[in-house]
């Protein structure tokens, strides 16, 4: 069971990338994704989560109205689109997964699987 999270690289602030989660030996359709991310010297902190089944979305206030969480079962994949973003953004994205539905905004007390992270560096 794996998580591969990628899609990370160098942006300007107000530009946008998009981070994708594949899971290998995992049918994510039964899980509920998380994104998190931690920033250096900085705890590990929720972005945003994808309940399974329903596809409820839930967001953290610092990410709300920038980012966007979806999921495409068919390609085992959950993705993390992100736009305006700024330096505060910089840190390494990991996305890990739960079975069955979540009903709230998600933890990383929740979260049992993860993948490695991908590092995202907002600069000019």
């Known amino acids: 069971v794996q998580l591969q999270a990628s899609g990370g690289g160098l942006v300007q602030p107000g530009g946008s990338l998009s981070l994708s989660c594949e899971g290998s030996?995992?049918?994510?359709?039964?899980?509920?994704i998380g994104w998190f991310r931690q920033a250096p010297g900085k705890e590990r902190e929720g972005v945003s989560c994808?309940?399974?089944?329903?596809?409820?979305?839930y967001y953290y206030d610092s990410v709300r109205g920038r980012f966007a969480i979806s999921r495409d079962n068919d390609k085992n994949k959950v993705y993390l689109q992100m736009n305006s973003l700024n330096p505060e953004d910089t840190a390494v994205y990991y996305c890990?997964?739960?079975?069955?539905?979540?009903?709230?905004?998600?933890?990383?007390?929740?979260?049992?699987?993860w993948g490695q992270g991908t590092l995202v560096t907002v600069s000019s």
């Open positions: 890990a997964a739960i079975p069955g539905p979540l009903y709230r905004r998600g933890s990383t007390r929740d979260f049992d699987i």
């Open positions: 030996g995992i049918s994510l359709g039964s899980y509920s």
């Open positions: 994808v309940s399974s089944s329903s596809g409820s979305t």
